[in-house]
T-cell receptor
Framework: TQLLEQSPQFLSIQEGENLTVYCNSS?????LQWYRQEPGEGPVLLVT?????EVKKLKRLTFQFGDARKDSSLHITAAQPGDTGLYLC?????????????FGTGTRLTIIP | NAGVTQTPKFQVLKTGQSMTLQCAQD?????MSWYRQDPGMGLRLIHY???????DQGEVPNGYNVSRSTTEDFPLRLLSAAPSQTSVYFC??????????????FGEGSWLTVV
């Protein structure tokens, strides 16, 4: 059972368009992170959201954590070819004093010039 | 500025062979971990360590061993390779085990094929 579902799994859009990808779960997370991974490389952290309802902006990227801390979204405005990559969300849950990070299945984004 | 270094980058093994994936970090991080990444499965935690001398199992530990004799190094051993262990393996490190306010750094990955 996948704890974190990401949608869509694949997305291909034209340069300049806007897009939103989603990360959903039935579990509550203490924090949620978004990563971007390019071919042949490891994931790179983009942002961490901690508070329910929190919105963070990183240039053209807007991240939102759901009020109930079960879901999150990533919105990209005016997508550029450099945004191409695999986007992963990861939710942190505290368990017996340790924190476990669970990754979603990823959204593979392709921006067409 | 090396960060997290993994070796080898690519490896082909025969079923039943053993090998060790090396991971080293130069950031004096306490927390290190190993993940495997498979299509449609995301990243799954194999083993992790919260400090030298301390290791624990993650989500998919079977068939793998780890040790943490120093802060810098966290090798992953495949005891008897199986085709199901064909995957891309990532080592990661962070200052602490808590993700909040803490950046996790990943290595570039090790592509392993078991035939």
């Amino acid at each position: 059972t996948q704890l974190l579902e990401q949608s869509p799994q694949f997305l291909s859009i034209q340069e300049g368009e806007n897009l939103t990808v989603y990360c959903n779960s039935s579990s509550v997370f203490s924090s949620l992170q978004w990563y971007r991974q390019e071919p042949g490389e490891g994931p790179v952290l983009l942002v961490t959201v901690v508070t329910g309802g929190e919105v963070k902006k990183l240039k053209r990227l807007t991240f939102q954590f759901g009020d109930a801390r079960k879901d999150s979204s990533l919105h990209i405005t005016a997508a550029q070819p450099g945004d191409t990559g695999l986007y992963l969300c990861a939710g942190a849950m505290n368990s017996f004093g340790n924190e476990k990070l669970t990754f979603g299945t990823g959204t593979r984004l392709t921006i067409i010039p | 500025n090396a960060g997290v270094t993994q070796t080898p980058k690519f490896q082909v093994l025969k079923t039943g062979q053993s090998m060790t994936l090396q991971c080293a970090q130069d950031m004096n991080h306490e927390y290190m971990s190993w993940y495997r990444q498979d299509p449609g499965m995301g990243l799954r935690l194999i083993h992790y360590s919260v400090g030298a001398g301390i290791t624990d199992q993650g989500e998919v530990p079977n068939g793998y061993n780890v040790s943490r004799s120093t802060t810098e190094d966290f090798p992953l051993r495949l005891l008897s390779a199986a085709p199901s262990q064909t995957s891309v393996y990532f080592c990661a490190s962070s200052r602490t085990y808590m993700s909040s306010g803490n950046t996790i750094y990943f290595g570039e990955g090790s592509w392993l094929t078991v035939v």
